[in-house]
């Protein structure tokens, strides 16, 4: 198993321009969710999605939008990228299924508006 | 108050000795309890999950939760350089749905030789 996969791994983007981070699994997990982690900083939530066509936000969800239309992928689109979205985007999953609620973690991408 | 709080460090121990690192969480409720490894420039990595009072040991690694304290720790023994990165404490709140985790900012650890 590849696991959770995210690409790209790193982009540059200009105020206003869009683009969407894409986020695969493998493991057949129903729970995905994006995060993204600031310098000294913990990881804050952005969205997650508890399966195909459920999504939610988080604590930090404006900027963002999100879709799940397959077990497998959760892709993350900014909208009109301002410099306060720079920062590492983390994709995760779990399985909802058993009694232990572990999130695994995908790469990461390295996200710099300018 | 934050909602899981950690110390940031650096927290420095020499090659061999036994590193100790704390996480308070606010939620009396919480239930599920995590501990991330993050080298810097990677992603995190689980490295223990602990639901219930007492210890948990997983060869070099123990986690420890007090639910009363409202407190989680992590030991390491034989502490090697290799161990050197941040740790991140995570809870699951007990309100709302998706097991989403909250986070503390991370503590940082060196083990020098």
């Known amino acids: 198993n590849a696991g959770v996969t995210q690409t790209p791994k790193f982009r540059i983007l200009k105020i206003g321009q869009s683009m969407t981070l894409q986020c695969t699994q493998d493991?057949?997990?129903?729970?995905m969710y994006w995060y993204r982690q600031d310098p000294g900083m913990g990881l804050k939530l952005i969205y997650y999605s508890v399966g195909a066509g459920i999504t939610d936000k988080g604590e930090v969800p404006n900027g963002y939008n999100v879709s799940r239309s397959t077990t497998e992928d959760f892709p993350l689109r900014l909208e009109l990228a301002a410099p306060s979205q720079t920062s590492v985007y983390f994709c995760a999953s779990s399985y909802s299924a058993t009694s232990s609620y572990e999130q695994y973690f995908g790469p990461g991408t390295r996200l710099t508006v300018t | 108050q934050k909602e899981v709080e950690q110390n940031s460090g650096p927290l420095s121990v020499p090659e061999g000795a036994i590193a100790s690192l704390n996480c308070t969480y606010s939620d009396r409720g919480s239930q599920s309890f995590f501990w991330y490894r993050q080298y810097s420039g990677k992603s995190p990595e689980l490295i223990m999950s602990?639901?219930?009072?007492g210890d948990k040991e997983d060869g070099r690694f123990t986690a420890q939760l007090n639910k009363a304290s409202q407190y989680v720790s992590l030991l390491i023994r034989d502490s090697q350089p290799s161990d050197s990165a941040t740790y991140l404490c995570a809870v699951i709140p007990p309100r709302g749905g998706g097991n989403k985790l909250t986070f503390g900012t991370g503590t940082q650890l060196k083990v020098e030789l």
């Open positions: 493991m057949n997990h129903n729970y």
């Open positions: 602990i639901y219930s009072n």
